[in-house]
């Protein structure tokens, strides 16, 4: 890994590589400040919903393929890619739902990255509490953990009423018991943990429940998906970072009651791909401590993108 960069990197950075955006744990004055041997990068894919067809993406076939080939072009290569749910789109049909899973899978294992991690959204897991899921990818909750940094997958979709559920709670506690209470520590969900607003279904029922048992942790950070666009919020001391779509973008919310229905952005042929991307999430840590460097990348027409300067 390259040297962390200064200010006049990071400048440049947010000039041609999209947003970058530090987190709200610290400024980018602590990320200048040393870094660690085990600094590292990862990759974050969202919502690719898979088996979309319609006018918000005339090339809903494309654009996953050109994320492929833009993460198997990154040098140095990410640590691990994740997907972060909505990898297929809803089908009430159960053959459908996994015909739709199925070519997911076979797409993405064209990813040159030998470690992919998959987590659902409701539109792969809802309308079966995740069997079909479970079928192709395994576990829809699980921790690993990776150069001192602890990763958790939290499932929020499989309930249909947007709950995690008392027996994954459970679980949940009993992970946090485990670790070190100055491990950082990155939580993976689809939909928000918190109210962000709940008319359009972009929040957790019990999300609280699970912000509280992370509360005593001083380093946590959280990356979901669900909502098709950036957002940036902060709990008390736990940032959560939002990504974009691979598929179609969404609204922000608007006043209360003054839009009923969350409706996919419309395609701009004069701008295709405008708010569709994906991100590179960059560890800069000393000790116990670590800060993560987002680096937005938007889907391009010729499936090239360089690589991330942050990393």
């Not at 947007?162 to 018991?177: F, N, P």
């Not at 952005?265 to 840590?285: K, M, N, Q």
């Amino acid at each position: 890994m390259s040297k962390q960069p200064g200010r006049r990197q990071f400048l440049q950075l947010a000039a041609v590589g999209g947003l970058v955006y530090a987190s709200g744990l610290r400024g980018w004055q602590a990320m200048a400040a040393g870094t660690r041997q085990d600094d590292f990068y990862f990759v974050q894919l969202s919502d690719t919903h898979w088996g979309f067809k319609g006018a918000p993406n005339p090339d809903a076939r494309g654009t996953l393929p050109k994320a492929i080939a833009a993460v198997n072009a990154l040098s140095p290569a990410p640590d691990f890619v994740i997907f972060t749910g909505d990898l297929s789109h809803i089908s009430d049909d159960p053959a459908e739902r996994r015909k739709r899973l199925a070519e997911f899978r076979d797409m993405a294992a064209g990813i040159k990255v030998p470690v992919v991690h998959y987590m659902p959204g409701e539109h792969d897991a809802s309308l079966d509490n995740g069997e079909a899921y479970s079928e192709f990818f395994g576990r829809t909750h699980y921790a690993f953990d990776h150069k001192g940094v602890h990763f958790i997958t939290v499932d929020n979709v499989s309930d249909p009423s947007a709950r995690v559920g008392e027996a994954q709670l459970a679980w949940l506690a009993a992970d946090l018991r485990s670790v070190p209470q100055h491990t950082p520590i990155v939580v993976f969900t689809h939909r928000p943990l918190f109210d962000l607003y709940p008319q359009w279904d972009w929040a957790t029922r019990d999300g609280q429940q699970v912000i509280d048992l992370l509360m005593p942790h001083p380093n946590v950070t959280v990356f979901y998906g669900h909502i098709h666009q950036e957002h940036h919020h902060m709990t008390g001391h736990i940032a959560h970072h939002s990504a974009r779509s691979l598929m179609f973008p969404l609204p922000a919310p608007p006043a209360p009651g003054s839009q009923a229905k969350r409706n996919p952005v419309p395609w701009d042929a004069a701008a295709p791909y405008r708010g569709l991307g994906w991100r590179s999430i960059t560890e800069h840590g000393k000790q116990d401590t670590a800060t993560w460097a987002l680096a937005e990348q938007p889907i391009q027409a010729d499936a090239t993108t360089k690589t991330p300067e942050t990393t």
